[in-house]
């Protein structure tokens, strides 16, 4: 079985899941704990680095849940899938859209969550297409 395969598998979507929810309890902590720091090391302001901390915490629960179901629900799936999406669209904006003016490593903190969570939304993505009622399939 493929890398890919493995991993868009029940127990791989299962394994992604807990991933993109550790990975988003670990960006949320440290918007929330170190907001002043990052807001200076970033060029982010610190307003969005803390919206963004309780809205991952949001996020992380749901990705949480997600995990623990054998079979998760193919509508909260999408959404999932479509908030990392729209996570990867935020980055690309803050980095391109001249909105805020972060600082190098600022930029290379939003390349870096804009490339991993694009990653994580693939394999989900491919995962839900995979599960196809039985219906359709």
């Known amino acids: ?13 299962r394994r992604v899941l807990w991933a993109d929810a550790l990975s988003g309890s670990g ?8 907001t002043g ?7 982010l302001p610190g307003a969005l680095l803390s919206a963004t901390g309780i809205l991952l915490l949001l996020y ?9 179901q054998a079979t998760p629900s ?9 908030g990392n999406f729209a996570w990867v669209a935020a980055c690309l904006a803050l980095l391109f859209g001249g909105l805020v003016s972060p600082t190098p490593l600022g930029q290379a903190y939003l390349v870096v ?3 991993a969570v694009l ?16 219906a359709l399939a």
């Open 60 to 68: 992380v629960a749901l990705a949480g849940t997600l995990a623990l």
């Open 113 to 115: 969550q804009a490339v």
């Open 74 to 82: 193919r509508a909260l799936l999408g959404v999932l899938v479509l």
């Open 37 to 43: 720091s990052l807001s200076t090391l970033l060029g």
């Open 119 to 134: 990653v994580l939304a693939e394999l989900q993505w491919m995962a839900l297409r995979r599960q196809r009622p039985a």
């Open 27 to 34: 960006t949320a902590v440290l918007h929330l704990a170190l």
């Open 1 to 13: 079985m493929s890398l890919i395969a493995s991993l868009t598998s029940p127990a791989g979507l």
